[in-house]
């Protein structure tokens, strides 16, 4: 700033004058027929200098300020004077072609000389060669016009200064602001400049204006041009077109950035939008067209960029980038709006590219991860297949899937993990224990385990994870099974449920735990297949056992009597309750039974409902084994769907509270497409009665026949040394622990 203080006879005058030379402030204080004293003068004096070195002190001294000087040969004018510092050079509204230009810097000292070189794009010719520092760009005397000019800075000047410059364009007028050699005005319109502006702003200022649409090209492609705020450089120059804005391998953090579009024309209009996510702020608002994103002299990082394209631009291109982010190095390209960066991870973004593509043509690169998003915890996600209800809803992370408490089969299942790091891989395998079929082949990431429409029941499963989700994560898995509800947790490839006894899985419990965590329980997981076990049945007729005998019984391999409750809806047997309790005081475990006579559904239901008042009254608790004895003759030969009457009976059971049903007759009757048909009822539900060798009960036990069932009544004449009376006995062999465990 220069201070000049003009005296005159008859006025003081103050002038401010800018570097440029430019009057930016006067006071005029007229003297005549006033009473300003000398004294007034040198007091204005004092104030005005403290003004100019307090409020408009610069923190580059006078003497380092440089000064941008330029002038314009305009058609039918000539050469106009110099202007400086942003004035305007030419004229509007005339119509007239600027033809040639000089530009010069002044006001320079040792430290920021350099030189200023420009171009000019003329009418029939095209670019000219650069010149500089004075050196005439463009012709005189040839009525050709100037189309465009391209301005930039060289040596040390250009360490410190941006130059700035944009031109009135016929047709278009003001153009957006061009800095360091970008081209502004047009090219194939054969339209003139008609005016031009050129300023010097330091390093790390805002442009002095918009920065969009600098220049248009009729014929030529759109371009993107963009530019970042670096730690400890500040603002770089623009780059354009797939250029790399930032640094690599400095590890220095991009702190903003500015986006704009060049080279455009109606068919390619529009605007380039774009948002960035920022340390400790989140994402800002969308901002466009050479507009500021982020922070400056804060310190806080991008984190993430999102940038995408409006307008006609829009419909034609497509717009990519990619980053240069902390601890990934370059990651895939992002387009149109998508994220590109990371979130949660707390890392720097470097390094920035940005391109146009035309629409239908490929991406500069992969796309693959273009963005990582750091997740807290993995999940797994996993899904049963129900008896009558099919598949359920995906649950998660230890819910429930299945159903408990209504008797219901899990006939398959599938799992997947979700949500894995960045820098972990793998996935879940599984595989199924299945009625009648075995272990299967383990399957992976939600293929499915088990069967659908055969109506066979998963027994027991395994869980195992892969790939490096292994290394940090333990899979727990527990079962819900038939009569024994919750199981304890197995993990790791473990088995959870059962196997050889018959046992449905009704419900499933899967979650992971990082290594070194706690379990989510304990208990025991699986329960293999038992030793037979053999069991005894009595009614009112075997009500002369004494307390003795029970004991007897059981001290000679007996761990089980299965009662008999009542028969059809008028009989209850009036011994239970002394049996009952004659059994468990020897340490047995009770069972019951019903005799059966219905002919229908509803008569089962009604049968059914008799049995489970009188096991109530009795105290049976709801996991006990209730047998339908389905033998009577008057029964099984009347017509009907039989197999829908055993249904009913189970059902009706299992609305009543007892789910732990199993179905007595004998081999006749029983068998693929029979009275009770095997194709339609699970065999692990049927206790079967067939005598091979009555006279040997022993031999026949050897035999054993009929393992596919539930159990085999092998005998009605079995007897037992020791009791009160030397009378036969039934007496079964339990092949699944049903009975017995």
Known sequence: MVFIFLVTIDDVNFVIISKAYKVIWKVDLTMKNNRITGGLVVILTVVIGLLLTTQWSSPISAA?????????????????????N?????????????????????????????????????QNIGWQNWTQDGGISGTSGQSLRLEAIRIKLSGNIANYYDVYYRVHAQNFGWLGWASNGQAAGTAGYGYRLEALEVVLVPKGQPAPGSTANAFYNLNGEPSVQYRT?????????????GQTSGTTGQGKRLEATTIQLGNQNAA????????????????????????????????LRLETIRIKLTGNIANSYNVYYRVHAQNFGWLGWASNGQDAGTVGYGYRLEALQIVLVPKGQPAPGD?????????????????????????????????TAGTMGQALRVEAFKANVSDLPDNMSGGVTYKAYVQNVGWQSAVNDNAVAGTSGQGLRVEALSFNLTG?????????????????????????????GTSGRGLRIEAIQVQLVKKGGTAPGGGTAYLPPIAPSDFIDVSSHQSWLTQADYKAMYAAGIKTAVIKLSEYTTYKNPYAATQISYARNAGMKIAAYHYAWFTNSTE????????????????????????????????????????????????????????????YSYKAITGSG????????????????????????????????????????????????????????????????????
Do not use: C
Request: glycine residues 8%; proline residues 3%; aromatic residues 12%.
């Open 64 to 84: 380092q300020q440089p000064s941008v000087q330029y002038r314009t040969h305009v058609q039918d004018i000539g050469w106009q004077p110099y202007v400086a």
């Open 86 to 122: 942003g004035q305007m050079a030419g004229t509007t509204g005339q119509g007239k072609r600027l033809e040639a230009t000089t530009i010069q810097l002044a006001n320079q000292d040792s430290t920021m000389m350099g030189s200023i070189q420009y171009q000019t794009h003329i």
């Open 229 to 241: 705020h670096v730690q400890d450089i500040g603002w770089q120059n623009f780059v354009s077109d």
């Open 268 to 299: 390619t209009s529009g605007s380039i939008q774009y948002q960035t996510q920022i340390q400790n702020i989140g994402w800002q608002n969308w901002v466009q067209d050479g507009a500021l994103s982020g922070t400056q002299g804060q310190s």
């Open 367 to 399: 796309t693959t991860n273009p963005s990582y998003t750091r997740k807290p915890d993995p999940s797994i996600h996993y899904q049963t297949n129900v008896q009558n209800s099919g598949w359920q809803t995906s649950v998660a992370d230890g819910a």
């Open 468 to 496: 490096t989700l292994s290394d940090s994560y333990d899979i727990y898995y527990r079962t819900y099974v038939q009569n024994y509800g919750w199981l304890g947790w197995a993990s790791n490839g473990q088995t959870a």
């Open 604 to 663: 089962a239901a009604i049968e059914a409902t008799y049995f489970a008042n009188y096991a109530k009254v009795l105290g049976l608790p709801s996991d006990t084994v209730m047998v339908d004895d389905y033998e009577e003759g008057y029964a099984v030969n009347s017509s009907g769907d039989k197999v829908a009457d055993l249904n009913a009976f189970r059902n009706t059971l299992a609305q009543q509270g007892y789910s732990n049903v199993v179905n």
């Open 674 to 741: 029979n009275i009770v048909d095997t194709d339609r009822l699970n065999t692990k539900d049927i206790w079967l009665a067939q005598y091979p060798n009555e006279a040997n009960p022993a031999a026949a036990r050897a035999l054993q026949y009929n393992s596919e069932f539930a159990a085999w009544q092998y005998s009605a004449s079995k007897y037992f040394t020791g009791l009160s009376q030397n009378k036969p006995l039934d007496i079964s062999i339990d092949y699944t622990g049903r009975f017995t465990n």
